[in-house]
């Protein structure tokens, strides 16, 4: 199916019980702005330092609750550390509608940290420090499959260990929970265990990500197309959305195939983009729309996002959303 011109004939659903569900990284982002990066041996004065909540699960959660209107729809499996910051996130996501019994405290590591420095254009660098992100595993596996029979839909990411992704993912498939998969940071394919991208029912990279599982550069929006052909070929995923940035993205799969413009607006920072496009995106498959009012949807997310600074505070609300859908 082409894309259309419009949502005017698209169902706009909520109210759907069941949670969306994520397993994977939660942060606090350390967020400097600066005019630039110092050199080698150089001290560079930056223009400010704030703190957000971060990580690409955590800030897609966020995306999620704020979307469903923050009442409970959203469950988070993870792992932080019994400290201030682990402390702050968890309140913070809770008060966001987040579902946080699924998240282990670890009395014997740190919270994971993110160090993102943000230039005027927008553009960001990330330096993190994953912390307990590193040490899920058979805990955090147990507690996201005992969620699968409630859920509408399975998010992961590439920020804690893959064989514990991977063990949620199977078992999502086998109940025929739809598996939307971020494949971010970019990982060596030599490191990711065989299985993984084909237990994605969705996968949603970015230029970068998608020339990397592709194998090919990608420039404007016909190599973003060959892109997703070649992703589907090579790992047998149902649809593959290539993320833009100012572009747009271009969607592949069986019921729809083209290219959305993006929703214009003056980024203030890039950081969380793709995280608040994810969550939007599993949350409004998990509320009964289409494929294709779910993208868009997930798009005005996106947009909203790179509009405003921080990573979970930058998250907009359902609202705000439908409004620039609306809009267009």
């Given at each position: 199916m082409p894309i259309s011109e419009n949502m005017?004939?698209?169902?706009?659903?909520?109210?759907?019980?069941?949670?969306?569900?994520?397993?994977?990284?939660i942060n606090m982002d350390?967020?400097?702005?600066?005019?630039?990066?110092?050199?080698?041996?150089?001290?560079?004065?930056?223009?400010?330092?704030?703190?957000?909540?971060?990580?690409?699960?955590?800030?897609?959660?966020?995306?999620?609750?704020?979307?469903?209107?923050?009442?409970?729809?959203?469950?988070?499996?993870g792992r932080v550390g019994d400290d201030g910051f682990g402390r702050e996130l968890r309140?913070?996501?809770?008060?966001?509608?987040?579902?946080?019994?699924?998240?282990?405290?670890?009395?014997?590591?740190?919270?994971?940290?993110?160090?993102?420095?943000?230039?005027?254009?927008?553009?960001?660098y990330v330096h993190a420090i994953y912390g307990g992100n590193g040490k899920c595993g058979p805990i955090e596996s147990r507690k996201a499959k005992d969620a699968l029979p409630n859920?509408?839909?399975?998010?992961?990411?590439?920020?804690?260990?893959?064989?514990?992704?991977?063990?949620?993912?199977h078992a999502a498939s086998e109940l025929n929970v739809p598996v939307v998969l971020d494949p971010a940071p970019a990982i060596p394919s030599d490191a990711v265990p065989g299985g993984f991208y084909e237990h994605a029912d969705i996968i949603t990279p970015n230029a970068l990500e998608a020339e990397a599982l592709a194998g090919i550069p990608i420039n404007d929006v016909t190599s973003a197309e060959r892109a997703t052909d070649l992703i589907r070929e090579k790992y047998?995923?149902?649809?593959v959305i290539v993320t833009m940035a100012g572009d747009g993205v271009y969607v592949a799969s069986d019921e729809l195939r083209g290219h959305l413009p993006p929703f214009p607006v003056d980024a203030?920072?890039?950081?969380?983009?793709?995280?608040?496009?994810?969550?939007?995106?599993?949350r409004s498959l998990c509320e009964g729309n289409d494929l294709e009012s779910a993208i868009r949807l997930a798009m005005a997310a996106g947009a909203l996002c790179v509009s405003r600074p921080g990573t979970q505070s930058a998250m907009p609300y359902r609202d705000e959303v439908l409004e620039m859908v609306a809009g267009r």
């Open positions: 005017t004939d698209k169902s706009i659903q909520a109210g759907n019980s069941r949670k969306t569900l994520l397993v994977g990284a350390l967020i400097v702005e600066t005019e630039r990066m110092a050199r080698a041996g150089e001290t560079f004065v930056c223009d400010r330092l704030y703190t957000s909540g971060g990580g690409k699960a955590g800030n897609q959660a966020v995306a999620a609750a704020r979307f469903a209107g923050g009442h409970g729809e959203v469950k988070m499996i309140a913070f996501m809770t008060d966001q509608g987040v579902d946080m019994s699924g998240v282990t405290n670890d009395p014997e590591i740190e919270t994971g940290v993110a160090i993102i420095f943000i230039e005027p254009s927008g553009e960001n859920s509408g839909v399975l998010l992961v990411q590439q920020e804690i260990p893959l064989a514990c992704s991977l063990e949620v993912m047998g995923c149902r649809c203030v920072a890039t950081v969380a983009a793709g995280d608040a496009f994810a969550g939007v995106l599993g």
